[in-house]
Structures are given as C-alpha cells and as structure tokens.
C-alpha cells in the first residue's frame, strides 16, 4: 500500500513546497504515487495528478532513444541504472545543466512512458482506484471511480487520439492479444488481474478511441469499511458471528453499490484456516491471508474448448469439502445448488444484482429459478448496499425465516439506514438468528450476545488502528 499522507496540513505542505510543487496545497486525501516524484489529490469532483514539470522534449526523445538502443531482456533488473545513464548523456549532449530534481524528472518520465502506459500510469499505480475510464466525447479527459467515494471522478490527465491508442496498444500487448482498426475491439485480463475493454479507433466508437479498465484492486477490510460509513460497527459485528456460526445469506445491491467489496471485506473475517471456496465468473474476491482458500473461475466455451460456467464448477466443490461455497454473483441455476449445499452443511454466500431484498425473493420464486419459500429461507440473512450520492454501503440487513402456516418469507428488519442517517439496529432485542444459534450450540443466548459485545470491541479496536495508520 503507497504511503497516505494525511498529517497535518501545515506539515504536507511544508514538504511538497521543498518539491516546489506548490499546487498540492488545495488538495485533500493525498497520496504518493510516485515516491518523491508524484503525488494525486482530491478538489470537489476532481481527481488531480500532479508530476514534475515536463522535460525538454528533445533531451527527452534523445535519452528515450539512448535506453531503447540498450534495452534488452536481460537488462529487466538494472533499468534505473540504464534510465539515468540515457538521461545523463542526453542532458549532456544538449549542454543542459541539471540537478537531481532535473534527472530525477527525466527518469520519471522515461520509466512512466517505456515501462508504464504513458499518461495513464499514475494513476494505474493509485491503491484506490477501482475503475478507469476514456469517454469517446466530450474533453478526452479520464476519468477514475474511488474505493469509499461512490462517484465518478473528473481527472487532469487528457489524451490525444494518438495517445489513446498508444495506449491500447500497449495494453493488447500485455493481455496477449492483438487490436488494429480491421479489428477493433479489445477485451482482456492484464498480468495483475484488471480488466481491459476498449474500442481502437473511429470504426465502432464514433468520437475515437474508447478504454475501460476495471482495476484488481486489493479490496478495503472490514475496519476500512467502518471508517468511511459503508457499514456500522455493531452491524459488522453481527454479520461476523452468523457466519462463524454457519449462517447463509446474500447480499443485494445494484452496480456500483458495493457488493463484492463488501462480501470480500465480510470472507476476510472468517477463521484463517477456514476451507472457503469461491466460484466466479470473473476473479474479483481476493483473500490472501486464507491459506485454505481455493478460487474457481468459470470459462465459457469457444476456440474449441468445452466451457466450464458456474454450475458446473458448483458441482465440483461437493468433492472439496468446503467449510463456506461462494458464489460472486448469483442468476440462475447456480441457486439452486447452492441451497443444496446449505441444506448438506456448507454455509453459502452470494451476491444479486437488485435494488431490493423483496425483489430478490420474487426472482427466486419465479422461472427459471423456482425455489419454493421454504427453500428460499435457508438463506437467513440479507444485506441490502445502495449508492445514494456519495454514500456506498449497507441500508438494510434482514433475517429471513419461513411462515409454514401462511407458505411464505418474512422479513425482520434488524439494522436500517434512513437517507443520511446511521445505521442503526438492535440485534440483541430483535435477533431470532442468536436464539436459533444458542440453541444449536447448547448455550445460553447470553454466550451469544457476549460474543457479540466482543466482536463489537474487536472491530473497534481494527478500525482505530486503522486510523493511526493513515494519521
């Protein structure tokens, strides 16, 4: 993670005026991206990379083509040594007196355009950004979407045509595959895990070169997700408990609310040596720190080569014995399966594309899914994750159980957020789920609550740590 700068304001500006970088003094949530070179901030709606003054563009082409004369494979490990070599006998060529902060610039520019993908770069290296856009109208300007902000954000960096496709090509390189005007569609997956779409040329984007990039981020943690208001402590902390206690549930929200990161951010709290199995179409949950976690990513069929889709692989993970089965995101068949699993003891977790939990139920309910209430209800917790403004995160969580007498779901409401309010619940006074969990474990339901008074303290603990980490 790239250091955080959030000291006292004083104190930044203090050291970004010694860099006579002087405009970094109206930003907030700065970040080095570049250590001593680049930094970005934020001001209203605008994402703000700042990077040294550009460099004298014929000493620039001079030592670029000094370093590509030398560049060769075997050179990988000794580029900062090749890169101040070219910009030393290119500055000395032109008879350009320099400093370090000369050389150091030449070199930054050097490396962000040889090794890096030019204009983009800096932003390529933010820890926050999760998507990256070039609209094909309007001021060629990219724009960024960011972790805990939930909005779309203007940037300074603006492309040319040409540099929009420079740009492309250099990502088809990396994804192995090949982008031309004849065929101008790219889609593909770079060596870190992002995804890459674009459209080269005029020939199906009409205003030019059009690129998304969908970053694979190393997704925020729980005590994150407190920090910024997507989600309550005591909220949290109930979820937590179900699922260490073997509670299924789903979480539903519409594009852009936050449901994986918050399903990733929710796994990351399962015990370390858990077997946990997760089945994807495209790899977007990440947990390192599960030595026993295993990842299953779905392939549709082509090029010859017979397809392996979601329930296909579900079908796999009976084999595996897994403690938790998730799935990223839930349409069809695959539910069904999983309420299999659920009812064979493997506590499940999945994702829905909707902007209620009701509406998720009547889905389940109909063609071509068609589980019945009862069925339905194995799934005994849902969290309900909106993107309202600049909110992103959690403003409902329900339990689910079933009604025999009447053949249906009930929903009980344990936390709600009203629009610019708290999160706010009571669990150890509305929770059915700590009665049914007590029973199961022979306990007294206060063993429960006092467990769930302790995961309380625990996150808050994280969360705090947290801040001192970026203060």
Known sequence: MKQIFRRKRQEVIEKKEKKKITE???????IELVEGVAWRGIKGHKYIVIEPAPPDQEVFQKAKEYVLSKLSFEDLDKLQKLYEWGSKRALKDFKKKFDDSTLNSLIYYLRRDIEGLGKLEPIMKDPYVEDVTLPARGGRRLFVYLAGRGDWLETNIELSEEEARQIVLKLAERVGKQVSLAAPRLEGKLPDGSRVHALYGPAVSEGGTTLTIRKFVVRPRIEQLILWGAVSVEAAAYLWLLAEHGVSGFIVGETGSGKTTFLNALLSLLPRFAHIVTVEDTPEIYLPNHK?????????????????EIPDLLRDVLRMRPDYVVVGESRGAEVRLLVQFIHIGHTSFTTFHASTIEGVISRLKGDPINLTEEQIADFKVAALLRKEGNFRGVVRISELSYDSTADEVILRDIFTRKRQAELI?????????????????GVPRSVIVKEYMDKIDELKKRAERAKREVS
């Open 292 to 308: 026993n976690w295993t990842s299953l990513i779905g392939q549709p069929p082509g090029m010859g080569v017979k397809g392996m």
């Open 24 to 30: 970094i003094k109206d930003l907030e949530e700065i």
């Open 425 to 441: 619940g009571d669990p150890i006074k509305n929770s059915h789920l700590f009665i049914e969990i007590a029973a199961k474990e």
